[in-house]
């Protein structure tokens, strides 16, 4: 009897569970489950009648020959795939790789049209007409996209590969075992070991995603431009890889966050990143998740974010992920700070060693005022990755915060965090003259602070906080619209920022509250 997989009627079309690991707006530390997605999918067991196959109800003999492999080995690995979780979660690729292999090894070629396939594969009914409906172009690419994570992670040691190239809906097959071409030198052979070149090129791609993560999660600027460049390569090696497109798509906004690039660049090509993979894989969650930071970060819509992120948590709703994003830029920024500590918490005690937990609970508790917790959660980041430097920043505001000035400044003069914070010695010097009293020699610091702005290179939410600590509201506010110019991702905290209590009384600040979507304050402040 033959073993046929089935799917379950209920199967959603979320994306396979992927090789690399990358952290989602906020460090994952040694969390291995980016893009990693739960489903119930289960196999059950049919007998077809005898001679028959699941792919080919008239099958040819084992010993005839398709590419070079028997047919009973392409109907094997066919359905691999089809067993795949993947391709259990999406009833209708599953039929369409199914129809594809099966008349293929009929000899059916000719019936792998776009308009045979609307009406057997999409049931579009005698008037489809491909010109209007764009169905079978659009699940092609999804189909090319889903059979290439299948190989990037399940399949990777497959004997066959089946490949769909762009604009064809006939399938091939390849092998992906090392091949032998033998080349004649004289009287003597060689004999040089090659491989498929687009498994190749899955493979160099695979290796530069693993050195992307590597650089990413030290959460520095020289190791996320490295990243970026290594995710960009990637892209060009695979520009069907959702992973490569949304890993740029992370690398360029930290390249924002940590002043590497203005934000109007890094932001552009995260939304583009975002998009892309969209397009390649509409049910991919994260690069839902991605636009959805971009709407918040960048074009300060939160309720556009909301819906995207909600969107990706109907996705994958398992995904800790998405749930800590939302939190920090859609709950803290629109006034719901406790709501916001409250899921961190949750989620941290639910997944304990991610450092993206940790960190948010962190900065979440600073901005609530709660400095000795912040203080806490943030030592605990930097026991496990020193190297964080927006633990270190914000760790150094919650000493603050509690007076502790000294465990302050031994955190933010740190030569490492001044590369990212380059106004810092600076800042230092205008604080100590406040605390002296000579508000003239720290205005003269503040003053200086100015002169080394640069768009997309000093931050300029720096400068507002220092005018606000010395009362100054009108270049305060100018420094402010500034910010709001260059969108720095840290100014969708300003209805909480403790460094802006000074100035929540002024109509201009009110109003820009207000030009930002945030109108209304942090209710729970």
């Known amino acids: ?31 291995r489950a980016w893009g990693q997605f739960v489903c119930d999918a289960s196999a059950t067991e049919t007998h077809p009648s005898a001679g028959q196959s699941a792919l080919n109800p008239n099958p040819k003999q084992d010993g005839d020959l398709l590419s070079g492999f028997p047919v009973s080995a392409i109907e094997d690995q066919a359905a691999r795939i089809l067993a795949s979780p993947a391709f259990q979660k999406s009833k209708r690729l599953s039929r369409f790789l199914s129809y594809a292999v099966t008349n293929t090894l009929q000899g059916n070629e000719s019936s792998l049209k776009e308009t045979v396939l609307g009406l057997d594969v999409f049931d579009r009914g005698s008037g489809f007409d491909p010109r209007v409906d764009p169905i079978v172009r659009i699940d092609a690419r999804r189909l090319r996209a889903r059979v290439s994570e299948y190989y990037e992670s399940d399949g990777a040691s497959d004997p066959i590969i089946i490949q769909f190239a762009p604009g064809s809906y006939v399938p091939r097959f390849v092998s992906s075992a090392r091949m032998d071409a033998e080349t004649s030198a004289g009287r003597g052979r060689t004999r040089t070991i090659l491989r498929e070149p687009k498994v190749l090129k899955k493979l160099g791609a695979l290796n530069l995603l693993r050195q992307a993560q590597k650089h990413l999660e030290t959460y520095t600027p020289e190791g996320v431009i490295k990243s970026a460049s290594l995710f960009e390569r990637a892209t060009r090696e695979d520009p069907t890889s959702p992973l490569a497109h949304v890993g740029l798509g992370l690398a360029s906004i930290w390249k924002s966050i940590l002043l590497c690039e203005a934000s109007h660049t890094a932001m552009a090509r995260a939304r583009s990143s975002a998009q892309r993979v969209i397009e390649l894989e509409s049910t991919y969650a994260d690069a839902h998740a991605l636009l959805g930071f971009v709407q918040s970060a960048y074009d300060f819509d939160f309720h556009s974010a909301n819906a995207s992120l909600l969107l990706a948590l109907r996705l994958n709703p398992a995904s800790s992920r998405v749930r800590m994003a939302r939190a920090m830029i859609f709950l803290a920024p629109m006034g719901m700070l406790r709501e916001a500590i409250d899921e961190a918490r949750c989620l941290e005690k639910q997944e304990p060693s991610p450092l993206r937990h940790k960190f948010g609970l962190g900065w979440l508790l600073y901005l609530a005022r ?5 203080a806490e959660k943030l030592e605990q980041v930097l026991q496990m990755n020193p190297h964080y430097l927006q633990a270190r920043y914000s760790l150094g505001l919650a000493y603050e915060g509690l007076g502790e000035f000294a465990r302050s400044e031994d955190l933010l003069m740190d030569p490492d965090i001044q590369v990212a914070y380059p106004l810092l010695p600076l800042r230092r010097k205008m604080l100590h003259h406040m605390r002296q009293g000579d508000r003239q020699r720290a205005l003269e610091q503040v003053h200086r ?3 080394q702005y640069s768009p997309g290179n000093i931050d300029p939410l720096a400068i507002a906080g220092a005018f606000a600590f010395l009362s100054d509201h009108e270049r305060a506010l100018q420094w402010l619209e500034r910010a709001y110019e260059d969108r720095r991702y840290w100014l969708i905290y300003l209805n909480s920022d403790p460094a802006f209590d000074l100035l929540r009384g002024d109509a201009r600040f009110q109003g820009l509250v207000a030009q930002m979507g945030l109108a209304g304050g942090n209710r729970d402040l």
């Open 370 to 374: 709660e400095y000795r917790a912040a």
């Open 1 to 31: 009897m033959t073993r046929v997989l089935t799917l379950p009627r209920d199967a959603s079309t979320v994306p396979v569970r992927v090789l690399s690991s990358l952290l989602l707006f906020f460090p994952a530390g040694n969390d």
């Open 449 to 451: 602070m100015e002169g």
